[in-house]
Structures are given as structure tokens and as C-alpha cells.
């Protein structure tokens, strides 16, 4: 009987890396959000940002922690209800897209290269509304996404043909 003593290494496609590195963090940081906003259901908004300010010592006459309190506490429980639902599906679309393109699934290629081109008309559309640097660097990220997985996804369809 042969045992091998080497094992090939399967070479891994930096791009897909990144990309699943980027997903897996935005998912992971929507959920820890969907959790904030759980937490503040059927609770007074202002009494958590005063809890959490004093719990991180932070100046709670900050013009945005004062404007935070003021529209967390414009929201009601249905409404948060909502926003952490939503919260936590989107969560879980990106940690799945992110673990797919890790574990290297032509699935999680399709899946992310539709649902990033499906929301650039709406990063477009937010900032056309109001022009900031995070929304201009978004924007350009996921067009840079989407554009990689379409050169990708049209090179293995190329290669299948050809084979």
C-alpha cells in the first residue's frame, strides 16, 4: 500500500477570500445590530443609550448620542420588531453568501454576484439623495464585487464550454 507524502494544497482564490472576508464581516456586525435592536424592544430607548453611554463612558451631551436617543425614541416595538427581523435576514444572507464563497460553491458565486448587483440601483439611488464618503466607498466596493464575480462567473463558463 502507497501513502502519499505530500498533499497538493488546492490554491484558493484571493479574490473569492476577500470577498467572503468582507461578507462574513458585514453579516456579523448586522447581527450584533439586529441584537441592539431586539434589546431596546418593550424598553425605554433612552434609558438603554443612557445605560450603555455610562457603561462606555461616553458624553451623553454628544450631539449624536443625544440625536440617537432622540430617534430610538421615535420608534415603537412593532417598528423594532421589523428593523431586527430584517436586520437578521439580511445577517443571514450575507454569513451564508460569505461561508459559500469560502467553502468555494459556484452557488455562493451566482447568489452573491445577483443580490450585490441587485442593491447597487439602490446605493445609487441613496446617493443621489445625499452624498457622503461611506456611501460613495460602498458603492465602489460592491460595483469592484460585482464586476470580479462577473469576469469570474463568465471564465468558468467559458472553461465549462470549452471542456
Not at 51 to 54: C, G, L, R
Not at 112 to 119: G, K, Q, V
Given at each position: ?49 443612557n445605560?450603555?453611554?455610562?457603561l ?14 432622540i ?67 460602498i ?25
Open positions: 500500500m502507497i501513502i502519499p507524502t505530500t498533499v497538493s494544497a488546492r490554491k484558493h482564490d484571493i479574490g473569492f477570500v476577500l470577498i467572503a472576508i468582507f461578507k462574513l464581516l458585514k453579516g456579523a456586525l448586522l447581527f450584533v445590530m439586529g441584537i441592539g435592536a431586539l434589546s431596546l424592544v418593550h424598553r425605554d430607548a433612552t434609558e438603554v443609550v445605560h450603555w453611554t455610562h462606555l463612558q461616553l458624553n451623553m451631551q454628544n450631539r449624536w448620542i443625544q440625536n440617537l436617543a430617534k430610538l425614541g421615535l420608534v415603537d416595538n412593532r417598528e423594532l420588531g421589523l428593523i431586527a427581523g430584517t436586520t437578521f435576514f439580511y445577517s443571514a444572507l450575507l454569513l451564508t453568501e460569505g461561508v459559500g464563497l469560502l467553502l468555494e460553491k459556484v452557488w455562493a458565486e451566482y447568489l452573491t454576484f445577483i443580490i450585490t448587483t441587485s442593491l447597487i440601483p439602490i446605493e445609487v439611488y441613496e446617493l443621489m439623495r445625499r452624498v457622503t464618503v461611506p456611501r460613495i466607498v458603492l465602489a466596493v460592491n460595483v469592484l464585487i460585482a464586476a470580479y464575480l462577473a469576469v469570474r462567473l463568465q471564465q468558468r463558463e467559458k472553461a465549462k464550454r470549452q471542456s
